[in-house]
């Protein structure tokens, strides 16, 4: 899994897309693409099974707009990725402890801890 906040989920979304496509999942808090990405155009020519995204933002972000990050994932859903866009009212360009909760519950779901074995 790769991920990251703003613009490092910007790169962890062409990591993934672009060159890293048998990744387990991406995460994108409060992050987007650009209208004509490159990410995009990759996209597009490849039919191979893609990364699950899971995206977070805040409607009230003013650095990195809610619609951006809509827009975004509209699109990568539109070429075939699984994506999940989890809206926090009010949340302004930062993170919170129900955003980090659902990161976490989502990272288990995708990365089962192993339990110990016990003889």
């Known amino acids: 899994i790769v991920g990251g906040f703003s613009m490092g989920g910007g790169m962890a979304m062409h990591l993934a ?21 490159a990410v995009y155009q990759t996209l597009k020519r490849d039919e191979r099974v ?7 933002h805040g409607t009230a972000d003013e650095l990195v ?20 866009l989890h809206t926090f009212p009010n949340l302004n360009h930062e993170l919170n402890r129900t955003e980090i909760e659902k990161l976490k519950t989502w990272i288990l779901k995708k990365l089962p801890i192993e339990e110990a074995k016990t003889n």
């Open 17 to 37: 897309y672009r060159f890293h496509q048998d990744l387990a999942g991406v995460f994108a808090l409060s992050s987007f693409l650009n209208k004509d990405s």
């Open 50 to 56: 893609l990364p699950e995204l899971f995206q977070c």
């Open 65 to 84: 707009l809610y619609s951006w990050g809509e827009e975004t994932n509209k699109m990568l859903k539109s070429l075939g990725v699984s994506t999940s």
